[in-house]
């Protein structure tokens, strides 16, 4: 078993203590004063804060959910395979359907999830430790940037992917507030409330059948929010993947690289004629960007009493993801790139992972290839309204055609070369290498990318 990933803390403290414990004895250090692990562990607070309520690196996710390995996606490195924390729940790389094949809609039975009583009982001191924080860094935002980055917005929880014909896909989700997103998958291993942490507990918090031990829920009986990813790996006309580096100023995994745009599925990409009559969007349904900000204040109890009372056939009307009008799949794209739909040439659908790290959160992956060149996509982000959320972009050549599938042995081959170069590059490199290290999502993305340009056959 090989695990892809930068130098454990453990082994990072390790190192540190003795290099304080030599400098001190030496009399290199003329106190008695851990001046190395001090020093680490502020940067690591001040980096981390208000991140420490999840363990972002979960180093030990193969004794947490062993039965899930099997199911683990692997990455190629050195002729060798190794193994992320995101476990395969849908793959369209192999005999894959194109992305119009695929359709978002309602569960009909139950459109509105609000988390239970007990996981918010469980959490209710970390989540207002959290929110309060996440508020002040809001505020900030707001100043700066002209406009918050949190608040109550209404996303797409899945919890399911159904057949609907020969070949065609739904995926059934639910609508759920960002709060018990933030009070659920995004406090997951905090102890403020309890001795055992909301992951320890979730086994006995599922309604229905249990999960076996050391296996992750049923997505439809999980107890958390579930909020649904979605993350776009960018190749430009000119053969470059772009990434972002996130800005320090974002509330979660800040200076991180990531895919050149990732977000979450939420109310704006469902069919509008699912709130057709609904009060709080009343003659303003013809909007995606109108129900977005008319929900965002609406509380999830009355929405629920609301969408309960809705036409269940309006309710499970369907939205293809390959839609340019309401740009369902590449919103994020032109909100963080400012590169829009009719900017592709070609818009590829990866597979759906639950993610270990966030207890099974579901994240979709995509990948594209743009009609513009490198410096085009350069030009186009410094206009972009969510800029303030990279750091800077980078880019990286993994010397194949991106967007062809068909590739030689050879040029399979030389493409394993290029991923070689790309992990050592970017995974665990940060501090000698001033370049920030690749994020569990870009990780992933390249992952199912490169199995989609390899076959299964590379995976055996």
């Given at each position: 078993?090989?695990?892809?990933?930068?130098?454990?803390?453990?082994?990072?403290?390790?190192?540190?203590?003795?290099?304080?414990?030599?400098?001190?004895?030496?009399?290199?250090?003329?106190?008695?004063?851990?001046?190395?692990?001090?020093?680490?562990?502020?940067?690591?607070?001040?980096?981390?804060?208000?991140?420490?309520?999840?363990?972002?690196?979960?180093?030990?996710?193969?004794?947490?959910?062993?039965?899930?390995?099997?199911?683990?996606?692997?990455?190629?490195?050195?002729?060798?395979?190794?193994?992320?924390?995101?476990?395969?729940?849908?793959?369209?790389?192999?005999?894959?359907?194109?992305?119009?094949?695929?359709?978002?809609?309602?569960?009909?039975?139950?459109?509105?999830?609000?988390?239970?009583?007990?996981?918010?009982?469980?959490?209710?001191?970390?989540?207002?430790?959290?929110?309060?924080?996440?508020?002040?860094?809001?505020?900030?935002?707001?100043?700066?940037?002209?406009?918050?980055?949190?608040?109550?917005?209404?996303?797409?929880?899945?919890?399911?992917?159904?057949?609907?014909?020969?070949?065609?896909?739904?995926?059934?989700?639910?609508?759920?507030?960002?709060?018990?997103?933030?009070?659920?998958?995004?406090?997951?291993?905090?102890?403020?409330?309890?001795?055992?942490?909301?992951?320890?507990?979730?086994?006995?918090?599922?309604?229905?059948?249990?999960?076996?031990?050391?296996?992750?829920?049923?997505?439809?009986?999980?107890?958390?929010?579930?909020?649904?990813?979605?993350?776009?790996?960018?190749?430009?006309?000119?053969?470059?993947?772009?990434?972002?580096?996130?800005?320090?100023?974002?509330?979660?995994?800040?200076?991180?690289?990531?895919?050149?745009?990732?977000?979450?599925?939420?109310?704006?990409?469902?069919?509008?004629?699912?709130?057709?009559?609904?009060?709080?969007?009343?003659?303003?349904?013809?909007?995606?960007?109108?129900?977005?900000?008319?929900?965002?204040?609406?509380?999830?109890?009355?929405?629920?009493?609301?969408?309960?009372?809705?036409?269940?056939?309006?309710?499970?009307?369907?939205?293809?993801?390959?839609?340019?009008?309401?740009?369902?799949?590449?919103?994020?794209?032109?909100?963080?790139?400012?590169?829009?739909?009719?900017?592709?040439?070609?818009?590829?659908?990866?597979?759906?992972?639950?993610?270990?790290?966030?207890?099974?959160?579901?994240?979709?992956?995509?990948?594209?290839?743009?009609?513009?060149?490198?410096?085009?996509?350069?030009?186009?982000?410094?206009?972009?309204?969510?800029?303030?959320?990279?750091?800077?972009?980078?880019?990286?050549?993994?010397?194949?055609?991106?967007?062809?599938r068909s590739l030689t042995t050879g040029e399979k081959l030389r493409l394993l070369e290029r991923v070689d170069v790309f992990v050592s590059r970017y995974v665990g490199k940060a501090a000698p290498t001033r370049r920030p290290s690749a994020g569990i999502t870009l990780l992933a993305n390249v992952a199912l990318w490169l199995r989609s340009r390899l076959g299964a056959d590379w995976y055996s």
């Open positions: 078993m090989r695990l892809l990933g930068g130098e454990s803390s453990r082994i990072r403290y390790a190192k540190l203590a003795m290099g304080d414990a030599v400098g001190y004895f030496t009399g290199f250090s003329p106190v008695p004063i851990p001046l190395g692990i001090s020093g680490q562990l502020w940067k690591d607070v001040r980096r981390r804060f208000p991140a420490f309520f999840v363990d972002w690196s979960l180093d030990n996710w193969p004794m947490i959910y062993p039965r899930e390995f099997p199911q683990a996606l692997a990455m190629h490195f050195k002729g060798k395979l190794h193994y992320l924390p995101q476990i395969l729940y849908f793959d369209n790389t192999q005999n894959p359907l194109e992305l119009s094949n695929f359709h978002l809609q309602l569960d009909p039975d139950r459109p509105v999830f609000p988390i239970p009583d007990a996981v918010r009982a469980a959490t209710e001191t970390a989540f207002r430790k959290l929110s309060k924080h996440l508020l002040r860094r809001s505020g900030k935002t707001q100043k700066t940037h002209g406009q918050p980055s949190f608040w109550d917005g209404k996303n797409l929880r899945l919890i399911a992917v159904e057949d609907a014909g020969a070949r065609e896909k739904v995926l059934v989700t639910q609508i759920v507030g960002y709060h018990d997103y933030a009070s659920s998958n995004l406090v997951l291993d905090a102890t403020c409330d309890g001795p055992r942490s909301l992951r320890e507990r979730i086994p006995e918090l599922v309604e229905g059948q249990k999960p076996a031990e050391g296996a992750l829920e049923l997505l439809a009986r999980s107890p958390l929010a579930n909020n649904l990813g979605i993350n776009i790996l960018l190749f430009t006309a000119d053969g470059a993947l772009v990434m972002q580096k996130r800005s320090g100023g974002v509330a979660f995994r800040g200076r991180e690289l990531c895919p050149a745009a990732s977000g979450t599925v939420d109310v704006a990409d469902l069919d509008p004629t699912v709130f057709e009559g609904i009060d709080c969007c009343e003659s303003r349904h013809g909007s995606a960007s109108d129900i977005r900000d008319l929900l965002r204040e609406v509380e999830m109890r009355e929405l629920q009493s609301q969408m309960s009372k809705q036409e269940r056939s309006r309710l499970s009307t369907r939205a293809s993801l390959d839609q340019p009008a309401y740009d369902r799949t590449t919103r994020e794209l032109t909100e963080e790139l400012e590169v829009l739909y009719s900017d592709l040439a070609r818009l590829e659908f990866l597979g759906i992972t639950r993610e270990l790290v966030r207890g099974g959160e579901p994240e979709l992956f995509l990948g594209a290839v743009s009609k513009l060149t490198k410096g085009q996509v350069f030009s186009k982000w410094k206009n972009a309204p969510d800029k303030w959320e990279s750091e800077r972009l980078e880019t990286f050549a993994f010397e194949v055609r991106a967007g062809d």
